[in-house]
């Protein structure tokens, strides 16, 4: 028993679906679902895709020539649109994760900024001590008669 090629599986595909009077299963936007046909078939979905001008077997055609006969034949399943109150859910939902998400976000910065402001404010004063002190050695040494220039002997 010899391998069967992705267009033989491909056409034995066709042939169930032909012959169960099934027929080729749509994406959202009603275009052929590469994906659940590249499952049934047992190809890689990107086959569809990188063998697409490309003449298949001793039909004198390209892939997406025969895609398209076939999609004539065998028809294409159609979806039924989802309730608007669903999709509204659904959106709804996705928009409540994503806040979710941003708050937190949000509270780690704001928790950062804070910790980062009390840094500054310490280094501050710390900054602010040592200017102090340094006054008042200065004031002490002028005061002693100390000098801070350097002469050469």
Do not use: H
């Amino acid at each position: 028993m010899t391998k069967k090629t992705p267009f033989e599986r491909y056409q034995a595909y066709v042939t169930t679906l032909k012959s169960s009077g099934e027929k080729f299963p749509c994406n959202n936007f009603g275009d052929i679902n590469f994906t659940i046909v590249a499952k049934e078939c047992g190809n890689r979905r990107q086959w569809f895709s990188e063998n697409t001008n490309k003449i298949m077997g001793n039909t004198n055609k390209k892939l997406s020539q025969i895609i398209q006969e076939d999609a004539k034949t065998v028809g294409t399943s159609q979806n039924t649109p989802k309730n608007p109150e669903s999709l509204l859910n659904d959106i709804s939902e996705k928009v409540k994760k994503e806040n979710s998400r941003l708050l937190k976000s949000l509270e780690q910065a704001t928790a950062e900024i804070e910790k980062l402001r009390a840094q500054v404010e310490e280094l501050e004063f710390k900054v602010s001590n040592i200017q102090q002190e340094s006054d008042e050695r200065y004031k002490e040494m002028s005061e002693n008669g100390r000098s801070f220039s350097y002469a050469e002997p």
